[in-house]
Structures are given as structure tokens and as C-alpha cells.
């Protein structure tokens, strides 16, 4: 079985005076404000392109990090990832920075790391993320 997940953008105007609105087919989460200026300057109250891919960067490292862990027989407490991703006007998108803490019983710091690297590598938002660079800080707690 294969699942669509869709969202929709509504954009008025030119790129730098313009702005725009993003609503998730989980229609309960509501609409977002997008602009050129938060995008390019940054914002605390408008919604980027990269913070939504931030946000599913984060929720599938996190999803795969947590399945390899309970196949290595150590399932996770808690895991919390947080990705930055990093955009560069005239650029683009340059990178996805991962830094988790997690609380795993029973787990050497070796094998910690190993998993999370592992994660990091294939799930599968880093695996669609492939033309840009992904680094991980990987912490046991």
C-alpha cells in the first residue's frame, strides 16, 4: 500500500512583495503564513519552506532511529531530534544538521552511535534530501 500526503500553497503576488498561505491535507493543523522575507531574513512567526522540511526531517530520523533501535533490541525511552536546514538565497537549500538526545536503556555509546548513523542515512527524508548535506549530533542520555 502506498500513501499520498498532500499540501497546498495559495501565493499572491511577485516573490519579494508577495506572500502566501500553506495548508496541510490534515486539515487540522491549520494554515500557514509564507513570504520571500521570512524565507530569505528569517522569522519567529511565519512558516518556511525549509522549516516544513525541517519538520519531516526530524519526525522520520526520529521514526527510523526508534526502529532500529527496537530491532536491536533496545527500544528507545525518548528520542528528540531536532533538524536544522539551512538555506542560502541564490543558493538554496545547503544542508539538514540533526542533533538528537535520546534515552535508550541498555545501549553502549558505540552502538548508539552506529544506529543513529545508520537512521540518519536511510531514512527516508534523508534519502530524498540526498543532493545536500546531512550531518548528525548524536547524544545518549
Excluded: Y
Aim: with cysteine; proline share 5%; hydrophobic share 40%.
Amino acid at each position: 500500500m502506498t500513501v499520498t500526503s498532500e499540501a497546498t500553497t495559495v501565493w499572491n503576488g511577485s516573490l519579494t512583495d508577495g506572500s502566501g498561505t500553506v495548508t496541510f491535507d490534515s486539515s487540522h493543523l491549520g494554515t500557514f503564513e509564507i513570504n520571500w522575507k521570512a524565507r530569505s531574513e528569517g522569522s519567529g512567526s511565519v512558516t518556511t519552506p525549509e522549516e516544513l522540511i525541517a519538520a519531516a526531517h526530524a519526525s522520520c530520523f526520529s521514526m527510523a532511529f526508534s526502529h532500529a533501535l527496537a530491532e536491536n533490541g533496545t527500544p528507545p525511552d525518548e528520542i528528540n531530534t531536532t533538524a536544522s536546514v539551512t538555506f542560502k538565497p541564490g543558493t538554496g537549500i545547503t544542508g539538514s544538521h540533526l542533533n538528537v538526545n535520546a534515552s535508550v536503556p541498555g545501549l553502549s555509546p558505540e552502538d548508539f552511535e552506529r544506529i543513529a548513523a545508520d537512521a540518519k542515512a536511510n531514512c527516508p527524508v534523508s534519502q530524498a534530501l540526498a543532493g545536500i548535506e546531512i550531518t548528525l549530533e548524536a547524544t545518549l542520555a
